[in-house]
């Protein structure tokens, strides 16, 4: 696990200075070990931060040449198959004379003997990585199939420069740091910015499974190497045919594979282990397949409606693991928030990515690499807006079209807050499912899907967050609005979970989980999101997914094979914080100094009343207005980070003491 940057820069100053400074960025995703390669009659440097993983020895070295020299690459993560790519070349007579055992050297010998885009497609894993064709003068930007790992990159007829961090590549004098309204508007609807965005005007994410290329004249091309649409597309029309035990043989064979494959390294390893079904059952496979007790983290909450750790150590009893936790205060969570906006780099407002930090953290103290159980909701229907959007759905067709806009505008008209101790003749409507917390929010989402002519179009309400508050912008085309690219598919449920394996997971949860764990130097391992797992997955009818009341049928009863049913059946929580609570309490002199009316409106990005109006009503106990103010805090702060020029430094620091 490394971290990764360049520079083709078409004229001006010596590439390879830049480089150096922009890999020094990086130096939390590689504290071991550095490195630059450059071609000054080029102009291209590549330089490199490594986390040692494989191959301890200097023969894993990056950047690092091919063979014949014709490819330099630099390489962020892992091919878990190399060994079998290794084999194959050698029996073809393809293979160069091994300097070490790494990965990356085998990556390089593929590319040789194959050609990039057939190398790519062979590999098994979760990467970024930067190939220079020396002989076509051509840099390939390349990102694994979901997305796990980020690489970013920026375009000009000055210079090309690319990172596995935004941080990388702000130093060099060649990228745009000019503040994207339309970018910003995305952030305040999904709380991050989705790919390929970043929120930076002309500052680009690779798309997941796709390779951008540059010629020496500047041109961009971008190609797909693996496409999510022609897996679902094949599945959908090869349906699983088999008996729910056969279809939980062929579970268990592949995920046991997935996860013998990211157990693979030289240095310790563990997994994080919530007590959920994800993770513990990622935990059984890896235990099942250890000639030791496996190395599990969990952490705790002394507020009990927020701690899950107590499940985690029951799982971890039963498997027999060498289970570490470690319960923090609310003191030790909010210390956390300083380091967030440097951390990610660009506005994210998802609050599970403080537990994940200190989770990281913890598990840092004594592993290199902890596998995660991330995927699991995204690909066997886990989340209750799944069954929460049908609802609705079936709500808003069961009233005529006409009295639709009417029943909207009456719910719009009663304020959130109001909808939380007011009963109204439109609660008949609401379904069971929005009578709960944050009843006001959920109402006033039904008369928003009131609107929608479509229930994909109901989708994008129900994730919705705060659209709108971004005076002036334009709406930018996204996964979730391209209707010419999606799959065709016709359940609604199957639709959902489409748009959040293309835009929640790849740009939330990957986002949250890569930058948490590299902010310590730790690598996460993801193998339920093993492509050939995927596949799979697609290939299940729903109803192995979703039965018997809820979802992940499947891997609840692959998981009952290990850990009794009792320690895991519970309704889902996932990592909660007492965000109302802090910013009503503690974090309050904070949250009102960032959310000031003069600075709001000298920044010019948000109109100053509509943050004020819902901050000053959030300090009445009936305000629900927390996570919503969450999203302007967390670019507020990441815009006082901005002016600090020692950020990424002072990071790093915080993050590894």
């Known amino acids: 696990m490394c971290g990764i940057a360049g520079i083709w820069r078409k004229r001006g100053s010596d590439a390879a200075v830049t480089a150096v400074r922009m890999a020094d960025r990086l130096v939390h995703r590689g504290p071991d070990d550095s490195g630059v390669w450059s071609d000054s009659g080029a102009g291209i440097a590549l330089s490199f931060r490594r986390l040692s993983i494989i191959d301890l020895s200097p023969a894993g070295h990056q950047p690092m040449q091919s063979a014949t020299g014709r490819y330099t690459l630099v390489f962020n993560g892992e091919a878990y198959n190399f060994p079998a790519i290794r084999e194959e070349l050698e029996r073809s007579g393809l293979a160069p004379d091994w300097r070490g055992h790494s990965d990356t050297e085998v990556i390089l010998a593929a590319i040789e003997a194959w050609g990039l885009d057939a190398a790519v497609r062979r590999f098994v894993g979760m990467f970024a990585f930067a190939l220079w064709d020396g002989r076509e003068r051509l840099l390939h930007l390349v990102r694994d199939r979901m997305g796990v790992k980020p690489l970013y990159y920026t375009a000009s007829p000055r210079a090309v420069l690319f990172g596995s961090e935004l941080k990388a590549m702000t130093v060099a004098e060649e990228c745009p740091t000019a503040i994207s309204r339309d970018a910003l508007a995305l952030y305040t609807r999904f709380a991050y910015v989705p790919?390929?965005?970043?929120?930076?005007?002309?500052?680009?994410?690779?798309?997941?499974?796709?390779?951008?290329?540059?010629?020496?004249?500047?041109v961009r091309r971008e190609r797909e190497y693996w496409s999510l649409r022609e897996v679902i597309e094949h599945a959908t029309a090869n349906r699983f045919a088999g008996s729910d035990v056969e279809a939980i043989e062929e579970l268990d064979r592949l995920a046991r594979e997935s996860v013998r494959l990211r157990m693979v390294a030289d240095v310790p390893l563990g997994v994080f282990l919530s007590g959920g079904i994800d993770s513990s059952l990622v935990t059984a496979l890896m235990q099942a397949q250890s000639s030791r007790p496996v190395k599990t983290f969990s952490i705790g909450f002394h507020e009990a409606e927020y701690d899950e750790a107590?499940?985690?150590?029951?799982?971890?009893?039963?498997?027999?693991?060498?289970?570490?936790?470690?319960?923090?205060?609310?003191?030790?969570?909010?210390?956390?928030?300083?380091?967030?906006?440097?951390?990610?780099?660009?506005?994210?407002?998802?609050?599970?990515?403080?537990?994940?930090?200190?989770?990281?953290?913890l598990a840092r103290q004594h592993v290199t690499v902890s596998l995660s159980g991330d995927g699991g909701d995204e690909f066997f229907a886990g989340y209750h807006r799944y069954f929460l959007g049908r609802k609705l759905w079936d709500k808003v067709e069961s009233l005529p079209r006409f009295a639709r806009p009417m029943a909207a505008a009456a719910m719009r008209a009663v304020p959130i807050p109001t909808w939380n101790t007011l009963l109204s003749p439109a609660r008949r409507f609401v379904p069971r499912t929005l009578r709960r917390e944050r009843a006001g929010e959920r109402i006033h989402k039904l008369a928003s899907a009131m609107t929608t002519t479509d229930p994909d179009a109901l989708y994008?309400?129900?994730?919705?967050?705060?659209?709108?508050?971004?005076?002036?912008?334009?709406?930018?085309?996204?996964?979730?609005?391209?209707?010419?690219?999606?799959?065709?598919?016709?359940?609604?449920?199957?639709?959902?979970?489409?748009?959040?394996?293309?835009?929640?997971?790849?740009?939330?949860?990957?986002?949250?989980?890569?930058?948490?764990?590299?902010?310590?130097?730790?690598?996460?391992?993801?193998?339920?999101?093993?492509?050939?797992?995927?596949?799979?997955?697609?290939?299940?009818?729903?109803?192995?997914?979703?039965?018997?009341?809820?979802?992940?049928?499947?891997?609840?009863?692959?998981?009952?094979?290990?850990?009794?049913?009792?320690?895991?059946?519970?309704?889902?929580?996932?990592?909660?914080?007492?965000?109302?609570?802090?910013?009503?309490?503690?974090?309050?002199?904070?949250?009102?100094?960032?959310?000031?009316?003069?600075?709001?409106?000298?920044?010019?990005?948000?109109?100053?009343?509509?943050v004020r109006r819902p901050w000053l009503a959030f300090q009445t106990e009936s305000g629900e207005w927390g996570h919503f103010l969450w999203i302007v805090l967390m670019f507020q702060a990441w815009m006082e980070a901005q002016s600090r020029a020692d950020a990424a430094p002072a990071m790093h620091a915080a993050a590894i003491s």
Do not use: C
């Open 195 to 218: 790919a390929p965005y970043t929120i930076y005007d002309d500052v680009w994410k690779v798309r997941p499974g796709t390779i951008v290329t540059f010629d020496s004249a500047g």
């Open 460 to 610: 994008r309400e129900v994730v919705a967050l705060w659209p709108g508050l971004v005076p002036g912008a334009r709406e930018l085309p996204i996964a979730i609005t391209n209707r010419a690219a999606w799959p065709h598919i016709d359940d609604y449920i199957e639709r959902m979970m489409y748009f959040d394996q293309i835009s929640y997971l790849p740009d939330d949860i990957l986002v949250k989980v890569d930058r948490a764990s590299m902010a310590v130097s730790l690598e996460a391992r993801e193998p339920l999101l093993d492509h050939r797992l995927i596949e799979f997955a697609w290939r299940l009818p729903l109803s192995m997914k979703l039965r018997e009341g809820g979802g992940k049928w499947i891997l609840k009863k692959l998981l009952a094979r290990y850990v009794p049913e009792t320690l895991v059946d519970r309704p889902k929580s996932g990592f909660g914080l007492p965000i109302d609570q802090w910013l009503r309490g503690p974090l309050r002199d904070w949250a009102e100094s960032l959310l000031d009316e003069r600075q709001l409106r000298d920044q010019g990005f948000f109109n100053p009343a509509a």
């Open 310 to 361: 107590r499940y985690a150590a029951a799982v971890a009893r039963h498997l027999g693991t060498e289970h570490t936790e470690l319960y923090v205060t609310s003191s030790d969570a909010r210390d956390v928030i300083p380091l967030l906006p440097a951390i990610y780099d660009e506005p994210f407002a998802d609050s599970s990515q403080i537990p994940t930090y200190l989770v990281s953290k």
